[in-house]
T-cell receptor, first 115, second 113 residues
Framework: NAGVTQTPKFRILKIGQSMTLQCTQD?????MYWYRQDPGMGLKLIYY???????DKGEVPNGYNVSRSTTEDFPLRLELAAPSQTSVYFC??????????????FGPGTRLTVT | GESVGLHLPTLSVQEGDNSIINCAYS??????FIWYKQESGKGPQFIID?????DKRQGQRVTVLLNKTVKHLSLQIAATQPGDSAVYFC????????????FGSGTRLQVQP
């Protein structure tokens, strides 16, 4: 299994541009998550999904959109990039958690700079 | 508000010593806790987890202790090695049915040779 993969690894955007960060997992996990991590800080939840067709906001959803048309994919869309969105973005997934285990598996991250 | 937090932002230890990283939580409904390690430029990596019905769990060179009375979690790393240098995050699941973990702000562990 490749686990959680993210593309691109790096991207530089100009203010006002749009882009989609891709995330794919091959573990058949129901739950998927998007986080952002600012320098020297912890992870902040942007959006999450508990299954195909279902998404919900996290702590910091403004300026982002998501969709979940398949179990495998959970793209994150930035419509009008702003400097405040400069960050490292991590995608994660986990199984349903029937055994009371909620471990999330993380991708390698996308480093985004908005100038 | 309720949060997961850490006492020490940076911990420096000598190679071979034991390391203890602490984490406080405030939600008494939290039923599951997890420690992640994040090396520079990489995504968080699972270290060890513990459910609230346990007070100790051991892995390879790592032990997690949970004190529900004072809402405190710690990660102990035995015989710390240079490869242990990283940022360590604790996270909690705030009760059955919650769909997302809540992460702390992290502690940087620096291992001196």
């Amino acid at each position: 299994n490749a686990g959680v993969t993210q593309t691109p690894k790096f991207r530089i955007l100009k203010i006002g541009q749009s882009m989609t960060l891709q995330c794919t997992q091959d573990m058949n996990h129901n739950y998927m998550y998007w986080y952002r991590q600012d320098p020297g800080m912890g992870l902040k939840l942007i959006y999450y999904s508990v299954g195909a067709g279902i998404t919900d906001k996290g702590e910091v959803p403004n300026g982002y959109n998501v969709s979940r048309s398949t179990t495998e994919d959970f793209p994150l869309r930035l419509e009008l990039a702003a400097p405040s969105q400069t960050s490292v973005y991590f995608c994660a997934s986990r199984p349903r958690g029937e055994m009371g285990i909620y471990e999330q598996y993380f991708g390698p991250g996308t480093r985004l700079t908005v100038t | 508000g309720e949060s997961v937090g850490l006492h020490l932002p940076t911990l420096s230890v000598q190679e071979g010593d034991n390391s203890i990283i602490n984490c406080a939580y405030s939600n008494s409904a939290s039923d599951y806790f997890i420690w992640y390690k994040q090396e520079s430029g990489k995504g968080p990596q699972f270290i060890i987890d513990i459910r609230s019905n346990m007070d100790k769990r051991q892995g390879q060179r790592v032990t997690v202790l949970l004190n529900k009375t004072v809402k405190h979690l710690s990660l102990q790393i035995a015989a710390t090695q240079p490869g242990d240098s990283a940022v360590y995050f604790c996270a909690e699941n705030r009760g059955t049915g919650r769909r997302a973990l809540t992460f702390g702000s992290g502690t940087r562990l620096q291992v001196q040779p």
